[in-house]
């Protein structure tokens, strides 16, 4: 069965470093997503990307974040300069039609220090 | 804001008893609902998902009841087992150009033996 993988499933880096989390959608989806979760909090979309670019984004997704989908399997999210309120899971998920069911991977756990 | 330390309903179960998992929802313009299953440290796992045309679908084992006028939507797992103890939560989808997921505060599932 499909699904989506993201690498690594978890990153520790110090504050003001950039990191990016990776990932890799469902082969035929179409439209890609990340989420994040802050321990013991609710899940919270960060962006939504078709078609090369951003369809939607939420306030947390500021000028800090990037999105890129660099070759046609790969999607990642860097973050420029990562502060200590960064720290929580970061979930990619992909998905065939926007209204359609988003399938999530594993996470990566990122940790500020 | 939210609070840190966000305190999830639970519901503890005995093993083969059903289940039934609540959730309220705010926005009355969502068009698309799903439920979500996540286990510790793992991402978010589709369940079933149901469209405001319906107000019933069934799946193995789940079904999942939309309830418009009052802005509410359950759960219910038949002969619940211990592999089904996770947090659950529902997620809303506004249609039409929005892609993303609003997701709910979860409930915690516990079955016991």
């Known amino acids: 069965e499909p699904e989506v993988t993201q690498t690594p499933s978890h990153q520790v880096t110090q504050m003001g470093q950039e990191v990016i989390l990776r990932c890799v959608p469902i082969?035929?989806?179409?439209?890609f997503y990340w989420y994040r979760q802050i321990l013991g909090q609710k899940v919270e979309f960060l962006v939504s990307?078709?078609?090369?670019?951003?369809?939607?984004k939420s306030e947390i997704f500021d000028d800090q974040f990037s999105v890129e989908r660099p070759d046609g399997s790969n999607f990642t999210l860097k973050i420029r300069s990562t502060k200590l309120e960064d720290s929580a899971m970061y979930f990619c998920?992909?998905?065939?039609?926007?209204?359609?069911?988003?399938?999530f991977g594993p996470g990566t756990r990122l940790t500020v220090l | 804001g939210e609070s840190v330390g966000l305190h999830l309903p639970t519901l503890s179960v005995q093993e083969g008893d059903n289940s039934i998992i609540n959730c309220a929802y705010s926005?009355?313009?969502?068009?698309?609902f799903i439920w979500y299953k996540q286990e510790s440290g793992k991402g978010p796992q589709f369940i079933i998902d149901?469209?405001?045309?319906?107000d019933k679908r069934q799946g193995q084992r789940v079904t999942v009841l939309l309830n418009k006028t009052v802005k509410h939507l359950s759960l219910q797992i038949a002969a619940t087992q211990p592999g089904d103890s996770a947090v659950y939560f529902c997620?809303?989808?506004?249609?039409?150009?929005?892609?993303?997921?609003?997701f709910g505060k979860g409930t915690l599932l516990t079955v016991n033996p």
């Open positions: 926005n009355s313009a969502s068009d698309y």
């Open positions: 082969s035929n989806h179409l439209y």
């Open positions: 990307f078709y078609n090369n670019e951003i369809s939607e």
């Open positions: 998920a992909s998905s065939g039609d926007r209204g359609n069911t988003q399938y």
């Open positions: 149901i469209r405001s045309n319906m």
């Open positions: 997620a809303e989808n506004e249609g039409g150009s929005n892609y993303k997921l609003t």
